[in-house]
């Protein structure tokens, strides 16, 4: 059974980090690419970055590019999400997915933006 389970959220300052965290079992992890997706209230999914199974690719949308890491340990499971100068308008619901779609996510992790 597909398992990915999401933390590292929290609440941060503008222009501070969060590094999110994604645990994943039930599958061979170094076998699929990974993403990442985000959704705020009231608005849809949202794809956020991409990595490829053994992380020699990774795309990012354009509006987090320069200021978010994605990242993987194959040895560990574990995706990541390093996000530098985060903005109000980060604030949302934050999910890996081992699908384009993002169907098979995790219960995600919360990130609020805020002064």
């Known amino acids: 059974q597909v398992r990915l389970v999401e933390s590292g959220g929290g609440l941060v300052q503008p222009g501070g980090s969060l590094r999110l965290s994604c645990l994943a079992s039930?599958?061979?992890?170094?076998?699929?690419?990974m993403y990442w997706f985000r959704q705020a209230p009231g608005k849809g999914l949202e794809w956020v970055s991409k990595?490829?199974?053994?992380?020699?690719?990774?795309h990012y949308a354009d509006f987090v590019k320069t200021r978010f890491t994605i990242s993987r340990d194959n040895m560990k499971n574990t995706l990541y999400l390093q996000m530098n100068d985060l903005k109000p308008e980060d604030s949302a619901l934050y999910y890996c997915?081992?699908?384009?779609?993002?169907?098979?996510r995790g219960q995600g992790t919360q990130v609020t933006v805020s002064s």
């Open positions: 990595i490829s199974d053994r992380g020699y690719s990774i």
């Open positions: 039930g599958f061979t992890f170094e076998h699929y690419w």
């Open positions: 997915a081992k699908d384009i779609n993002g169907e098979q």
